[in-house]
């Protein structure tokens, strides 16, 4: 019954600027950690960002630190990943993530795609 639902990828100039949102239904959305993950074409799924449950805790990957941004907000059981200055390198499918112990879920993925 857990479902995460992506949403806001597209197409985007590079150097611009987009929000994904990750709307999560079915699960006690505040104590899960919440992730992004990203998957170019031809490319492994790496990790974006993460935030730590109720703490907000976060971290990003160095590719992305000073331009994208993890946000939660747990009333409204979503997760955000505000991107900016967006590169061609940062074209791909993106998927949220919640992990909570042994449980572990993810969404259907969005795409992104910089180019000019």
């Known amino acids: 019954q857990v479902q995460l639902v992506e949403s806001g990828g597209g197409l985007v100039q590079p150097g611009g600027s987009l929000r994904l949102s990750c709307a999560a239904s079915g699960l006690t959305f505040s104590s899960y950690a919440m992730r992004w993950y990203r998957q170019a074409p031809g490319k492994e799924r790496e990790i974006v960002a993460y935030?730590?449950?109720?703490?907000?805790?976060?971290s990003s990957a160095d590719s992305v630190k000073g331009r994208f941004t993890i946000s939660r907000d747990n009333a409204k059981n979503t997760v955000y990943l505000q991107m900016n200055s967006l590169k061609p390198d940062d074209t791909g499918v993106y998927y949220c993530?919640?992990?909570?112990?042994?449980?572990?879920?993810w969404g259907q993925g969005t795409q992104v795609t910089v180019s000019s």
């Open positions: 935030i730590i449950s109720i703490s907000s805790i976060t």
């Open positions: 993530n919640a992990r909570r112990g042994n449980f572990n879920y």
